[in-house]
Structures are given as C-alpha cells and as structure tokens.
C-alpha cells in the first residue's frame, strides 16, 4: 500500500478507510490539504458529498498527537455555537504501516490565508471579530490545572504566575541554546523579572487552542463575512485565556488596528489589567515563534522577529500597547 505522504496518485488507499465511517462511500478524488510538520491531511471527495471527509495521517513519531486532537475536539464538539470538525473515526494503533490516522468531518470554506487573497481590506475585520467570539465560546471550558494538553495536562502547574514563569525559562534557555543575542535574553528576562507579577492576576486555567491565526480559519467569504470552521488543535493547552487571544493577535501578520480592535470587541469584556497581560504574552510568542523558528532552520523571519523581541521586552508595563 503506497504510503501517505508520497502523494499517492490514486484513490485506492484511502477509501477502505472511509468506509470504516461510510460503509458505501466510493472517493473520487483525493486532494492534499494544508496539513505541517507532524502530519498529512487529505479531503476525500466522495460520488455522495455527504460521505465526504477530512484524512488525517500522523507521522509515526508524532502518533501521540492524535489521542490529544481527539481528546480537544470532543471537548470543542460540547459548545453547540462552535463550528468544529467532528471525529468519525481514528484508529490509535496504525491503519497505514503503523501510522495513527483519524477521519474528521468535512467543514464548508477557505481558510481565511488563502480567502483573503481576494478580499477587500475593509472586509477582514468582521473575519476577526468573529474569531475574537470564537476564542470567548472556546474559554468556557475550564481546566483544573495549567499547562499542555494532550487528553490529560502534562506537569500541571497550580498556578498561572507558575507556570509562566517555567515556560519563559524553558524558550529562553532554547533562545541561547540556538544561538540568541544575549542582550535580547537578558532583556526578556528583565521583563519578566519587574513585570511577572501579572501573571498572578489570572486566577483559573481555561482550555485555549493556542494556535487561532488566519491558517486555521475557514469562512465562507460573501455578501456576509461568515467564519465556518475552527480547525487544527495541536498546539491546545489550559493557561490564561488572555495568552490565547494574544497569539491571535500576533500572528495577525500584515493586519493592524482595525482586525486587533474588531478581535478584542469580539471577544468581549476583559479584565482591567489586559492592555498589560497582552503585552507579556505578546513577547512570549514572540520569543517561541523566534526559538521555532531557529530550531527548523528557517532564518528568513528570525530578523523581524527579534526586533519584535526587543521593542516588547523593553517596553514597560504603563506603556499602551
């Protein structure tokens, strides 16, 4: 059986698969989806549209990964307004030479990166309005604990103040592991030392998605901006629900004040010390996506992204964001 992830040319493989959910599905086409580093993701395009699906196929070392999209989705699939794909099947010891796959339902649209394309500029906003409410819905769900998920909280940490702490320790010895500027380590480690004590304000761990930026978007673009899916949960952990909203926001590369003022009103009421919050988790994500970066070999960003590091670790706390 040919492998996923050389792109097969024909159908053959995929669709005894499909027909563990859809005994008479016949796919007809088979056509590779955005999918990254730890796996493959396929539409299967079906004779019925309604036995049609998303193919999920983990790398044998990243099979762990799918008891964790499984775990978050089922928890998403209870908020009713959310507009998430639902898990139809996965088979944890391996369908194809080992590989972990999962069968998700198929959601309707782009994602918003590629949609965008052929978008006005005035229209973006109301996309980000609508991922603001879709962060809020996603907060609901509360976690007893902070720290990674997979279909439990690995090395929970009782705390926010905690468990920030440990993380800015962690992707700051990878920055100087991999070759960072010291003076911009020292710099973010001076933040975290006068200003940390924010992170104690955050008093219960939500669930966050960790990853909500245009890639992960699907909508529906139209005479009305409709956002139809939520999709890719690899990244979820339980921590500060301002932590969430602020990679949304620093991930909106290219966008300004218009998509972070519609994203913060869709999210709704924020605590009085969120200008300041934000601003932290802001360099935080910064600082990872830096580190990411870097351990991949990808050297093109690293330049803007420092500059990014060292305007958010030295600014200081009273300063508007």
Same mark, same amino acid.
């Given at each position: 059986?040919?492998?996923?992830?050389?792109?097969?040319?024909?159908? $053959?493989? $995929?669709?005894?698969?499909?027909?563990?959910?859809?005994?008479?599905?016949?796919?007809?086409?088979?056509?590779?989806?955005?999918?990254?580093?730890?796996?493959?993701?396929?539409?299967?395009?079906?004779?019925?549209?309604?036995?049609?699906?998303?193919?999920?196929?983990?790398?044998?070392?990243?099979?762990?990964?799918? $008891?964790?999209?499984?775990?978050?989705?089922?928890?998403?699939?209870?908020?009713?307004?959310?507009?998430?794909?639902?898990?139809?099947?996965?088979?944890?010891?391996?369908?194809?030479?080992?590989?972990?796959?999962?069968?998700?339902?198929?959601?309707?649209?782009?994602?918003?990166?590629?949609?965008?394309?052929?978008?006005?500029?005035?229209?973006?906003?109301?996309?980000?309005?609508?991922?603001?409410?879709?962060?809020?819905?996603?907060?609901?769900?509360?976690?007893?604990?902070?720290?990674?998920?997979?279909?439990?909280?690995?090395?929970?940490?009782?705390?926010?103040?905690?468990?920030?702490?440990?993380?800015?320790?962690?992707?700051?010895?990878?920055?100087?592991?991999?070759?960072?500027?010291?003076?911009?380590?020292?710099?973010?480690?001076?933040?975290?030392?006068?200003?940390?004590?924010?992170?104690?304000?955050?008093?219960?761990?939500?669930?966050?998605?960790?990853?909500?930026?245009?890639?992960?978007?699907?909508?529906?673009?139209?005479?009305?901006?409709?956002?139809?899916?939520?999709?890719?949960?690899?990244?979820?952990?339980?921590?500060?629900?301002?932590?969430?909203?602020?990679?949304?926001?620093?991930?909106?590369?290219?966008?300004?004040?218009?998509?972070?003022?519609?994203?913060?009103?869709?999210?709704?009421?924020?605590?009085?010390?969120?200008?300041?919050?934000?601003?932290?988790?802001?360099?935080?994500?910064?600082?990872?996506?830096?580190?990411?970066?870097?351990?991949?070999?990808?050297?093109?960003?690293?330049?803007?992204?420092?500059?990014?590091?060292?305007?958010?670790?030295?600014?200081?706390?009273?300063?508007?964001?």
């Amino acid at each position: 059986m040919p492998q996923p992830d050389q792109s097969p040319p024909g159908t $053959a493989w $995929a669709e005894p698969l499909l027909r563990e959910v859809f005994p008479e599905a016949e796919v007809v086409e088979l056509l590779p989806r955005t999918g990254g580093q730890l796996s493959t993701v396929y539409e299967l395009r079906c004779t019925d549209p309604a036995h049609s699906a998303i193919l999920k196929v983990y790398a044998p070392e990243w099979a762990w990964k799918q $008891a964790k999209e499984v775990h978050v989705y089922r928890l998403l699939a209870g908020l009713d307004t959310l507009p998430v794909p639902r898990v139809l099947h996965h088979t944890p010891d391996g369908a194809l030479g080992g590989r972990a796959v999962t069968i998700l339902s198929l959601l309707s649209g782009l994602p918003l990166s590629e949609a965008s394309k052929d978008l006005d500029a005035s229209q973006i906003p109301s996309y980000y309005r609508q991922m603001g409410a879709s962060l809020a819905t996603i907060h609901q769900i509360g976690q007893e604990a902070y720290g990674y998920v997979t279909d439990r909280i690995l090395d929970p940490r009782p705390d926010n103040g905690t468990y920030m702490r440990h993380q800015f320790a962690k992707k700051l010895a990878e920055f100087k592991t991999l070759g960072g500027d010291d003076r911009l380590h020292d710099a973010v480690a001076r933040r975290i030392e006068r200003d940390g004590s924010l992170f104690d304000n955050c008093r219960a761990a939500v669930l966050c998605h960790n990853d909500l930026h245009e890639g992960n978007v699907l909508v529906a673009p139209g005479a009305v901006a409709r956002v139809t899916g939520i999709i890719d949960v690899e990244n979820a952990i339980a921590a500060d629900p301002l932590i969430d909203l602020a990679k949304t926001d620093y991930y909106a590369l290219g966008r300004g004040e218009p998509e972070r003022q519609a994203l913060l009103e869709g999210y709704g009421p924020l605590p009085p010390d969120a200008a300041e919050r934000l601003d932290l988790y802001r360099l935080y994500h910064a600082l990872e996506l830096w580190d990411w970066f870097r351990s991949i070999d990808t050297v093109g960003p690293l330049a803007g992204i420092a500059e990014d590091i060292a305007r958010l670790a030295d600014r200081r706390s009273d300063t508007p964001s």
